[in-house]
């Protein structure tokens, strides 16, 4: 029988890969095929769904290869009916072969616009090479640039070394062109040195996620000419040493936004200390706040979660913001979404902060040593056995110490215990196979004050007396990441901890919450084809929670804190929260430079009236042409109310009512997302992105005696845009513009018109910018220009003849606003660096022109007079960090 | 220093920092209203000064103020009372149903029979609003339901008062805290105490430049002032405690160091001292104190020092 001519030519996408074509149709008459004036139009079949035969392993172990001939007969609808061995390989080779190609699908063959069914030869090729790597672990992240030197000429036969984490060194050598690349199947923060003859020393940190490919360029310094004279001090490395990295390519996150920061961004951001979490505050969407609360994209604090490998935490800072509660050396990554995240993520109608924590070192040991004005910290890691590590990080505040020096003449007040912060992290991670890897973490916070004051206040003489303070989490967690085969991988994640709250006012108000916290989480990922990938995952928390408490119902977001009328609560009860949730979701990449990913996650929580939520959620990221990418998304989000909102514990102060309104359900949140972001070249890239956001089922107080308490009568709407422009870190120069223009309104019910919401800030502009000057100098300034808090003003007082004191009457909610904040602060570092190490001495200067910040209103005892309550004066810290 | 004790809350947590000082709650600038003492007239003759009342007892209210203007102007008091306070966040109005509307500095009033829902043990409330208007006409909102004060001139101050409604006699009744006596330690020293009076017997230097002494205060309650109640605590179990006394120190002339003393709970308590500091310049001062259990008890007291 002959074969068509034009059948021939199209065999190759028949064939691929592998496919050797046969015969088609054949029950078209030979004759037919003779005429070439009448042929009829026809279409081969395509492979659409190829399977992988398992590989023999005693032939893979003997290393024997080679190929099977077959024949598959295919139905109309392109599915294989009967597949036959042509020409044989050995019988478990044919065997596997038929195996696989029994589950192969095809388009279906057409005949003048019909299916048809076919007939074809497939050659089914064994290959040993490909089967083996198969069979290793995933690559998990590429590193991988050029070396160039003197006239940025590429460099060749330098060596990279990198040593990342738990990793033995892994070398290469540059070749021509001065390229090299790392295929790395673990992931964390990198050392990276490269030696090359007549070059000083190179050293950069890499921090590599999954997925990522990091494309770099790394500039060693020509070595100095001459050795120094005897009893010279040798020349300091200048800051060029310190290389040039550049980010040129890294998978994007399966968000519409993440922002994501790079270790040295880290350690010398202006005005953050070098703490990672609080450079967090620097993105757009994040506003301003002085207590160290995360308002993102128009939310309240208690709207965005803050998670460290899955595991919910209950704090993200140490008193109003003074360093984060886990420490910077430890994270492998920080990531921001403040809007229209992943369906992994759930409960938050706000944003959301993961924080990962890396793999500790797993030869030698490292030492990190971090002191300055406000606390100290040491972290130590390194290897127990080959497959055995670990990491320990410890960090105390001292501020008590000097306070109680500053405090200690002053007759008005007794320093019972002054403010004290600690936190602690100890890693245990066990690698038993290239496929596992545990890691047995503790983390643990704990905030404490409490003073006496010996005068009691004029506008509140009953809240004289002790007055304290205590948040603190401790966690055990368990993580246990799992690589199937290089196309399904998984993680699961399990802790337990207990988070307390105790909070005590004089005599008016008492506050103790325990909450024995449970998590469990486990997401399986699996590339279906080169085109999706498949996320499935199951999250839940749980556990038992204690609360005495005696005082006022806390008011919600916006309200008016007016004690003399609000309902007093008193309750000592346990509830037990349960809030299993489950989601999917599918990574699409149906074009290069397109990604769609449609998801859809379920919640369940018992405490809010036992009620489901179910949150379809679609994202997608666009390369519509080189560097130019447009992003968006939509999606549901909902948020369980708190546990003293839906408690149906008794209030014992009024008979037949509770504290809580147990009938809550869930609030929700649709975020809407589009922006365009662009890379005008290795270092810089800008977005822009607009953001709405539609609230409902939003929980608000009855801020009345005999109000139910709860109600999800309140309703709100978002809108506003951000814009980055961003230099990332080269080898003179890191910084970004961060701008962020919006409006957050609220409304307590529909009856209500809305208000402006209470952390509501129009205009957020940051400007940070970070210059290498040479010789170990680097030195960094952050400016913020911030729209003023609203804030309620006074309409007047009436006297309360119960208590002595005057009441004030509120005037219109959030109807006026503080002034604009602006401050500068200015960082300057000198480091030093030897072989083993580096010495990094610091001063930070926070409001270098000590400009009076408006921060809130004060009023005398009846609210006919007030002033401005100013933040923070110029403030100098000075830091060290040895490295060893 | 005693600046940044009272505003420590506020600075350190933020570690903000503060601004100037505010005009102080112990100074008398103008007219202040002190409080509204309660006396049950219905048990009166068995039981003096007890200041809560069941239903369909009476009680005689009595303003306490002071206005320091040279020229006083004519004073009207209006008292609305109800039988539930509807308070809201933005507003004082009274529930209209069971109001009852009285003139005058001292009025007199029967506690409603009707139901009331609240815990016996945590007690009812009647909420009163009084009005002072000075030099104006006595009105009424219909809207608000509350009395208003109109005229050129005119100027008012409004003051909430409660009346506790014992709907069981689950336990003894509370009593007015009474003030005994208030003693001035010259210089500070007990040795060199006198008792303070209305007249203005005993007599001080005033500041100069030469020196400054400064003097203690001290407030002297009844035996029994402090008394015992029961009451719930956040389990609901049945606890006896005992009353924390709120003192306030007033005065026009001189300085003191602080507008209130609290009992604590947590102290054994001591004398209820305050540091005054007289004026540069001869003057009579007059001291208002009062004495507050914050469970409806009430008691006011002048006393004067003649400063040369």
């Known amino acids: 029988m002959r074969t068509p001519r034009w059948l021939a030519a199209l065999a190759p996408l028949v064939a691929w890969p592998g496919v050797a074509l046969a015969q088609i149709a054949p029950t078209r008459p030979p004759e037919e095929a003779q005429t070439p004036a009448a042929q009829p139009e026809t279409s081969p079949p395509r492979l659409t769904q190829f399977v992988e035969a398992e590989y023999p392993p005693e032939a893979l172990a003997e290393g024997v290869e080679g190929s099977v001939l077959l024949e598959l007969t295919l139905d109309a609808e392109g599915h294989v009916t009967q597949a036959r061995v042509v020409q044989p390989l050995r019988d478990d080779f044919d065997r596997a072969a038929l195996a696989a190609a029994q589950r192969f699908v095809f388009t279906p063959a057409r005949r003048d616009g019909q299916n048809v069914p076919a007939v074809l030869r497939y050659r089914y090729r064994f290959s040993a090479e490909a089967a083996r790597a198969a069979q290793r672990p995933a690559v998990r992240a590429v590193l991988r640039g050029v070396v160039r030197g003197s006239g940025d000429a590429p460099l060749a036969g330098a060596t990279v070394t990198l040593r990342l984490g738990d990793q033995a060194p892994r070398e290469a050598a540059t070749d021509a062109q001065g390229r090299f690349r790392f295929d790395l199947d673990a992931t964390g923060q990198g050392a990276v040195t490269v030696a090359a003859e007549g070059y000083a020393p190179y050293e950069a940190t890499e921090t590599l996620r999954d997925r990522d490919d990091v494309d770099v360029v790394y500039r060693p310094r020509a070595a100095a000419p001459a050795q120094p004279a005897q009893g010279q001090a040798p020349p300091e490395p200048t800051g060029d040493v310190a290389g040039e990295a550049t980010v040129r390519a890294r998978r994007p996150a399966r968000e519409v936004t993440r922002q994501s920061l790079d270790f040295r961004e880290i350690l010398r951001m202006p005005g953050t200390g070098g703490d990672a979490l609080r450079a967090v505050q620097n993105f757009p969407g994040v506003a301003r706040s002085i207590t160290g609360l995360l308002i993102v994209r128009g939310s309240t604090p208690q709207d965005t979660q803050i998670f460290a490998d899955g595991t919910l935490i209950p704090i993200v800072y140490h008193f109003g913001g003074l360093s984060s509660v886990v420490s910077t050396e430890l994270l492998d990554r920080i990531d921001f979404y403040p809007g229209n995240y992943s369906a992994r993520y759930g409960r938050a109608q706000g944003g959301i902060v993961d924080v990962g924590l890396r793999s500790p070192r797993r030869e030698g040991y490292r030492i990190v040593g971090n002191i300055n004005l406000i606390d100290a910290s040491l972290f130590v890691e390194g290897a127990i056995t080959r497959n055995l590590s670990f990491a320990v990080s410890f960090r105390r505040s001292y501020v008590d110490a000097i306070l109680g020096a500053v405090l200690s003449g002053i007759d008005a007040v007794t320093i019972t215990s002054l403010p004290v912060y600690y936190d602690y992290q100890a890693l245990l991670e066990w690698r038993p196979g290239r496929r596992d890897r545990f890691r047995l973490a503790f983390l643990g916070s704990d905030d404490s004050l409490a003073l006496t004051f010996n005068r009691p206040s004029e506008t509140a003489p009953r809240f004289s007396g002790n007055f304290s303070t205590g948040i603190g989490f401790h966690t055990a967690q368990l993580l246990w990441d799992h690589t199937f085969s290089a196309d399904t991988t998984s993680r699961a994640v399990l802790s337990l901890g207990r988070n307390a709250i105790n909070v005590g006012g004089g005599e008016a108000f008492g506050l103790d919450l325990a909450f024995w916290q449970y998590t469990a989480r486990y997401e399986l990922s699996h590339r279906l084809s080169r085109q999706a990938q498949l996320h499935v995952g199951l999250d839940i928390i749980g556990g038992p929670a204690s609360i005495t408490f005696n005082g006022i119902r806390p008011p919600t977001e916006g309200q008016t804190f007016n004690p003399a009328q609000a309902a007093r609560v008193a309750t000592t009860s346990t509830d037990a929260l349960y809030r299993p949730g489950a989601y999917a979701e599918l990574e699409l990449t149906p074009a290069p430079g397109l990604r769609l990913i449609p998801s859809l996650r379920v919640d369940y929580a018992r405490d809010a009236d036992r009620s489901v939520a179910v949150q379809p959620r679609f994202s997608f990221r666009w390369e519509v042409a080189r560097d130019w990418f447009i992003k968006g998304g939509v999606g549901v989000y909902s948020q369980p109310p708190q546990p003293q909102q839906s408690s149906g514990s008794p209030n014992v102060l009024q008979p037949g009512t509770t504290v809580g309104n147990p009938f809550l359900t869930m609030q929700r949140s649709v975020h809407y997302g589009l922006g365009l972001e662009h890379n005008f070249s290795r270092y810089v890239s800008a977005s822009v992105e607009g953001f709405y956001k539609d609230l409902d089922a939003q929980i608000v107080a009855q801020n009345t005696i005999f109000g139910a308490g709860y109600l999800n009568a309140g309703a709100g709407r978002i809108y506003g845009a951000e814009i980055l422009l961003r230099h990332r870190p080269s080898s003179r120069f890191f910084g970004w513009v961060a701008y962020t223009l919006s409006r957050s309104e609220r409304r307590d019910s529909p009856a209500l018109p809305y208000r402006i919401f209470q952390f509501d800030q129009t205009h957020i502009l940051t400007v940070i910018g970070s210059f290498q000057l040479g010789r170990g100098w680097e030195i960094g300034a952050r400016f913020r220009l911030v729209s003023g808090q609203p804030n309620t003003p006074v309409a007047g007082a009436v006297y309360n003849g119960d208590t002595g004191t005057y009441q004030q009457i509120p005037g219109a909610p959030l109807s006026q606003r503080n002034n604009p904040f602006h401050q500068l602060d200015v960082r300057i570092d000198k480091t030093w660096r030897w072989r083993r190490g580096s010495l990094n001495l610091y001063l930070e200067v926070l409001n270098v022109y000590n400009n009076s910040n408006p921060e809130g209103v004060q009023y005398n005892y009846n609210f006919t007079q007030s002033q401005v309550v100013t933040g923070i004066p110029i403030f100098p810290n000075l830091g060290l960090r040895v490295e060893y | ?308």
């Not at chain 2, 409660?162 to 069981?168: F, K, L």
């Open chain 2, 1 to 308: 220093m005693a600046k940044l004790g009272r505003l420590l809350p506020l600075c350190l947590l933020p570690l903000a920092a503060c601004g100037d000082e505010l005009a102080p709650a112990w100074q008398i600038r103008a007219f202040r209203l002190w409080g509204a003492k309660v006396e049950n007239l219905s048990r009166a003759a068995t039981d003096p000064d007890v200041s809560e009342a069941a239903p369909g007892e009476r009680v005689r209210l009595t303003l306490s103020y002071v206005d320091p203007a040279e020229n006083p102007r004519p004073l009207q008091v209006v008292w609305v009372f109800c039988a539930e306070a509807r308070a809201t966040a933005t507003s004082f109005a009274c529930d209209p149903r069971g109001a009852s509307v009285l003139m005058g500095p001292q009025v007199e009033y029967t506690i409603p029979n009707i139901s009331y829902g609240v815990d016996a043990m945590y007690r009812s409330r009647i909420q009163g609003v009084v009005l002072a208007c000075a030099g104006g006409t006595v009105g009424f909102d219909a809207t608000t339901m509350l009395p208003t004060c109109t005229g050129e001139g005119a100027e008012s101050w409004v003051m909430t008062r409660s009346i506790i409604v014992r709907t069981a006699e689950t336990d003894p009744p509370n009593h007015n805290p009474a003030i005994a006596e208030v003693v001035l330690l010259r210089n500070g020293r007990a040795d060199d105490a006198v008792v303070l009076d209305e007249a203005g017997t005993v007599t001080v230097p005033r500041c100069t430049g030469e020196g400054c002494p400064t003097h203690l205060i001290e407030v002297r309650v009844r035996d029994g002032s402090r008394e015992s109640y029961q009451t719930r605590d956040t389990a609901a179990q049945v606890i006896t405690q005992t009353e924390r006394l709120q003192f306030g120190f007033f005065t026009a002339e001189g300085t003191l160091d602080n507008a209130f003393r609290v009992d604590t709970a947590d102290r054994p308590m001591g004398p209820i001292r305050n540091t005054w500091t007289p004026p540069q310049r001869a003057a009579t001062a007059t001291f208002y104190l009062t004495a507050q259990d914050i469970r409806g008890g009430f008691d006011v007291v002048r006393r004067a020092v003649t400063v040369q």
